[in-house]
């Protein structure tokens, strides 16, 4: 887990780093946006457990938090959404019914702490609707990012992001051939399914966002990328036709092994 810090003025990141072998870093971000009604998105990896916790507390007390707004239900943003539901009683979970319905396999999710969305569905925060946006790339079915009409942000899940070669606190800080490289190799792996679209179908749902023309995009796995929306769909707009990416196989493993003695 690193250090909190603020991507505006109301908005608080929760950042940590996921290292992967041979290749970088994926950051793994929640974020806590300070609305009338505070909106934690996502809870993290379990394996940062406490130290999440401790995080999420030197930005905001949970006991505040009128939401959990879950993008969906990866181990990678569900793993404190125990603990947080225990540590923020006035809160409640937004998520995707399906999402809701497969984490409770895990454990009781107290449904009638939970507000079930669909795309185009919204929450009222208080001062600022919070509308429910399938992202263009997602790679779990109950995907919903958040538009903040607000702040004028969008918070995208899985989508927009990176393995970068070590930890940035800003997308600004990435060298050009770096942002592009690392979003063009995470979008393959992550939603290899992009492969099967045709380009000017998938142009479509990119254009969507175009049209929601957000000013900021906080993805969970790239630092924040602000003025640069633009950018980051024409990045995406060249992964159909990219290379497919192929996972390391054992004797990759075997390699990366070797070097760790
Ligand atoms: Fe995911
Ligand atoms: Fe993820």
């Known amino acids: ?9 109301d908005i608080g990141v929760l950042p940590a780093h996921f290292p992967i072998p041979g290749a970088g870093f994926l950051p793994v971000n929640a974020f806590v946006i300070k609305a009338k009604e505070p909106v934690l998105v996502d809870t993290g990896m379990g394996i940062d457990g406490a130290d999440f916790m401790k995080a999420l507390e030197s930005v905001i007390d949970p006991r505040e938090l009128k939401w959990v707004w879950l993008t969906h239900d990866d181990a990678d943003h569900t793993g404190n959404l125990r603990k947080v539901l225990d540590a923020a009683p006035a809160a409640r979970l937004a998520a995707n019914s399906l999402a809701a319905l497969r984490v409770s396999t895990a454990w009781p999710v107290p449904m009638d702490r939970v507000c079930w969305l669909n795309p185009g569905e919204s929450i009222d ?15 779990n079915p109950t995907t919903i990012g958040i538009y903040d009409g607000k702040s004028e942000t969008f918070f995208s899940a899985d989508c927009f ?3 970068i070669p070590s930890p940035a606190l800003n997308a600004d800080d990435l060298p050009e051939e770096v942002l592009s490289q690392g979003m063009i190799a995470w979008a393959g792996a992550d939603s290899p399914w992009v492969h099967m679209v045709e380009p000017a179908r998938f142009s479509q749902t990119l254009e ?14 790239l630092p924040p990328a602000a003025g640069k929306t633009e950018r980051l769909l024409d990045i995406l707009s060249r992964v159909p036709a990219s290379t497919p990416f192929a996972a390391p196989n054992q004797k990759a493993l075997l390699r990366i092994l070797a070097q760790g003695r």
């Open 1 to 9: 887990m690193d250090k909190p810090y603020q991507a505006m003025k």
């Open 125 to 139: 925060a208080g001062d600022r609707t919070l509308t429910a946006v399938r992202p263009p790339l997602f790679d």
């Open 161 to 163: 992001g990176a393995i």
């Open 208 to 221: 969507k966002i175009r049209q929601i023309a957000p000013k900021t995009v906080l993805s969970a796995h």
